[in-house]
């Protein structure tokens, strides 16, 4: 991919587009690299599969259709619609495997 957008992309573009895809990329290729305990991943973990009840004070997720093994990341991706304090509080109340990195990885999802 970095090599075909260097080779028909960046020649339609000007230097300040051509900086910012390349920091792009830099992002892209670290948390390529980064190791993650791969865990069961709800796949589509949006307000639409989000259910609050008011009265109990309970949340309910619902949907499982896309579940799949692979980065929690995925999921805090999904969840980033509530904003980077929101999810960094979800995170820090997540008990399973975690790696300094994944909140970073959500945001490139």
């Not at 991706?77 to 790696?99: A, N, P, Q, R």
């Amino acid at each position: 991919m970095v090599n075909d957008t260097e080779k028909y992309v960046f020649p339609k573009l000007n230097k300040k587009e051509v900086k910012y895809i390349n920091e792009h990329f830099e992002e892209l290729k670290s948390s390529l690299n980064d190791t993650y305990q791969p865990v069961l991943v709800h796949g589509d973990l949006t307000s639409s599969n989000l259910l609050w009840d008011n009265q109990s004070n309970s949340l309910s997720i619902i949907d499982f259709s896309d579940h799949h093994i692979g980065d929690p990341a995925n999921d805090f991706s999904g969840l980033l619609i509530y904003g980077e304090t929101f999810v960094k509080k979800i995170l820090s109340l997540y008990k399973g495997s975690k790696d300094e990195n994944l909140l970073n990885r959500a945001k490139l999802n």
